[in-house]
């Protein structure tokens, strides 16, 4: 069965912190990953995709097939880092299954 | 504009009424989908449309459910019928090169503000 799994609704940690937002994904195929950020008021946007490797606003997400993980890292958190976390795998070449997301609190 | 407008970005509807739900994508893009975001239910998708067929409508989640496109651009979700548990914020999306990526590289959804939806 495709799916993915974020294991935490909530996660809070303190600015400076580091932070990893868990991701775990079941699928028999080549997975293409994605996570999605939404801030507070402003609409789903895309944070990073696993096959351009890259760091978008200190994020990193490296993709672990033996692990069948995508996890999301910061090493210092901010504020603004505050919003709801989605992690998303591409099937079929065109539908998108989401997990069921994480909210992240960064506290002063 | 960001490249994808939904309306009305909210609506609320007495249970049994039809609701009409516009997205209205910038132009020269094919594939627009569209999602249901609840409460800790994540994003479930609904239905796809490449052109104005729909190649996959395994998403909608009862006959109640229908969606149409027309001149390859604006579509509309029509809900029948209308029950609480329709409540939930209907989102539409399209496959383009996202803006204000850093990197600059890299193609993804690019999701409208959505419409979120209160049947009383």
């Known amino acids: 069965a495709q799916r993915v799994t974020q294991p935490e609704k909530l996660l809070s940690v303190f600015k400076g912190a580091p932070v990893e937002l868990k991701c775990n994904y079941s699928?028999?195929?080549?997975?293409?990953l994605f996570w999605y950020v939404q801030y507070s008021r402003q609409r789903l946007q895309l944070l990073l995709r696993?096959?351009s490797r890259e760091s978008i606003k200190g994020f990193t997400a490296d993709l672990n097939k033996g692990e069948t993980s995508f996890h999301l890292k910061k090493p210092f958190a901010q504020e603004e880092d505050s919003a709801m976390y989605y992690c998303a795998l591409i099937t079929g070449g065109f539908k998108t299954i989401f997990g069921a997301g994480t909210r992240l609190f960064v506290k002063a | 504009g960001a490249g994808v407008s939904q309306s009305p970005s909210n609506k609320v509807t007495e249970k049994g009424k039809d609701v009409e739900l516009r997205c209205d994508p910038i132009s020269g893009h094919t594939a627009l989908y569209w999602y249901r975001q609840s409460l800790g239910q994540g994003l479930e998708f609904l239905i796809y449309f490449q052109g104005n067929s729909a190649p996959d409508k395994s998403g909608l989640p009862s006959d109640r459910f229908s969606a149409e496109r027309t001149g390859g651009s604006v579509s509309t979700l029509t809900i029948q019928r209308t029950q609480q548990e329709d409540s939930a914020v209907y989102l539409c999306?399209?496959?383009?090169?996202?803006?204000?990526?850093?990197?600059?590289?890299?193609?993804?959804?690019?999701f409208g503000s959505g419409t979120r939806l209160t049947v009383v």
């Open positions: 999306a399209i496959w383009a090169t996202p803006q204000g990526l850093s990197s600059g590289g890299g193609y993804g959804y690019t």
């Open positions: 696993h096959i």
């Open positions: 699928y028999s195929g080549s997975p293409e």
